[in-house]
Nanobody, 123 residues
Framework: QVQLVESGGGLVQGGGSLRLSCVATGSMSRSIVGMGWYRQAPGKERELVATITTYSTADNPNYADFVEGRFTISRDSTKSTMYLQMKSLKPEDTAVYYC?????????????WGQGTQVTVSS
């Protein structure tokens, strides 16, 4: 149906930057209507980082308050790829970052998740 593969995580010093990528494949990947990035730090619940719509030409990005203008979500529809450009990273941004994709709600399928990519920010 939909498979998601994240990449781009790693270890970075505080104040540094990383760009995460998420590639969507599968028989229904072209029917994805929205995608997003979530993260989960040790001992904490998974939380929303940013979302983007994919069913129209307008991206309609949405960010969690803690992003504070440091992250940018974007997509390349020709490559079925979503990105998260992260700048001014803080140690509290350390987490496993997951890609999420949604199909039309009326289909009652998904949502779909990637396997996650680790982001570690040192102080």
């Amino acid at each position: 149906q939909v498979q998601l593969v994240e990449s781009g995580g790693g270890l970075v010093q505080g104040g540094g930057s990383l760009r995460l990528s998420c590639v969507a494949t599968g028989s229904m990947s072209r029917s994805i209507v929205g995608m997003g990035w979530y993260r989960q730090a040790p001992g904490k619940e998974r939380e929303l980082v940013a979302t983007i719509t994919t069913y129209s030409t307008a991206d309609n990005p949405n960010y969690a308050d803690f992003v504070e203008g440091r992250f940018t979500i974007s997509r390349d529809s020709t490559k079925s790829t979503m990105y998260l450009q992260m700048k001014s990273l803080k140690p509290e941004d350390t987490a496993v970052y997951y890609c999420n994709a949604r199909l039309p709600s009326s289909w009652q399928l998904g949502p779909y998740w990637g396997q996650g990519t680790q982001v570690t920010v040192s102080s």
